[in-house]
């Protein structure tokens, strides 16, 4: 029997995926796949209190279980856990900077690893933790890279980068993916066709979404609207008062499961991204999915996504009345903004269809197990 080890980032844990939202699209899109291509899965959290898994027995969930820093139990994870480690196939990591412990039960074990660069890992932690934290992300992410196994990018800037640290005979582009059955457009209504329109932002509220240019911008607008914003962050407070002091008409909305986000995309006229960085946003390929017209700020990973005119609209990072000016363009012409909806969509069903992405990277799985 196969078993496969899957590695969450540092400091993440089953509970955070859950007030996230994510926690149903991890346990169906990912647990569920991987426990039908091995028989044994193994998920080592950076939780204690952890709520359960709802996945079917062959997959089960291992917590961090002693005090500590979360670092410093990524390094000794393989170790504490040597019984679940030791017999592995083959270990997943997530994303490059949750890979230590693959890297060090690679070196104990000789257990193969997998990991996917989905962001660059110093430019995120120069936003949200400095510039330490930057560095320090920086080289466990290049450290991971070097000595796995196979390396998942989901970019061409990140294969760039990649090509850089690791021989390409090991790098594979699959780009993030979207369960294309769960948006229902036949329940899509047309953009601008109600008297108040509704934006809608999706994500965590954090310093890299960058959440208080769009609230600046929406004040300039004339028109009927409201600011729907889903989901948590520690700028949550900070936002609110923003848009009470500029009389922005704006709605917070607590994270909701990731099944029901599509109801939130299908009943809006547009998506906006103002993020300061991205990796390759899968709130974007909800939004497009879903046939929403959709903004951007013109930074790295969203302009990737992005072709300005034809599938969606680019703004200047930070610059609030070039958003809004973007913003009023659509809600007066709503036939263009239905055409960049319809134009997404296509985008997604042609190269993000998350089914046939999975399979490609179950059988890269497979192929480096031992």
């Known amino acids: 029997m196969k078993k496969l080890g899957v590695l969450l980032s540092i400091g993440e844990s089953l509970r955070l995926y859950d007030q996230m939202g994510q926690k149903d699209r991890l346990e169906r899109c990912y647990l569920a796949r991987y426990a039908e291509n091995f028989g044994d899965v193994r998920l080592f959290t950076y939780g204690s209190d952890e709520p359960s898994l709802e996945v079917g027995e062959s997959v089960k969930l291992f917590p961090k279980n002693i005090f500590g820093p979360e670092l410093l139990y990524s390094f000794v994870m393989p170790i504490l856990r040597l019984r679940y480690f030791k017999d592995l196939s083959v270990i997943r990591s997530l994303q490059s900077i949750g890979g230590l412990p693959a890297l060090i039960a690679k070196k104990l074990f000789g257990v193969p690893y997998l990991t996917t660069l989905g962001f660059f890992a110093s430019e995120h932690y120069r936003v949200e933790r400095g510039k330490s934290w930057a560095w320090l992300g920086g080289l466990i992410e290049r450290t991971v890279l070097r000595s796995a196994d196979a390396v998942i990018v989901t970019t061409d800037s990140l294969k760039e980068y990649a090509l850089t640290i690791v021989p390409a005979e090991r790098i594979h582009f699959i780009p993030n993916g979207v369960e294309l059955k769960i948006f229902d457009l036949s329940n ?183």
């Open 188 to 370: 899509r209504k047309r953009p601008f066709s109600e008297q108040v329109a509704t934006i809608l932002f999706i994500g965590r509220l954090s310093p890299q979404k960058n959440l208080e240019t769009l609230v600046e911008a929406a004040s300039k607008l004339s028109f009927n609207y409201r600011v729907v914003i889903v989901g948590e962050g520690e700028r949550k407070d900070a936002l609110k008062e923003l848009a009470n002091r500029l009389k922005v008409n704006i709605e917070f909305v607590a994270v909701v499961p990731h099944f029901e986000l599509p109801k939130y995309y299908l009943f809006s006229d547009l998506f906006v991204l103002p993020s300061r960085v991205e990796g390759h946003p899968k709130v974007l390929l909800e939004a497009f999915a879903a046939a929403l017209p959709c903004i951007g700020a013109k930074v790295e990973g969203i302009s990737g996504l992005i072709e300005d005119g034809k599938n969606g609209l680019l703004f200047e990072f930070g610059d609030a009345d070039d958003l809004a000016q973007k913003i009023r363009f659509l809600q007066s012409n709503p036939d263009y903004a239905q055409g960049l909806g319809v134009e997404a969509r296509l985008v997604v069903e042609k190269n993000f269809d998350l089914e046939k992405l999975l399979a490609r990277e179950m059988e890269l799985l497979r192929r480096i197990a031992r």
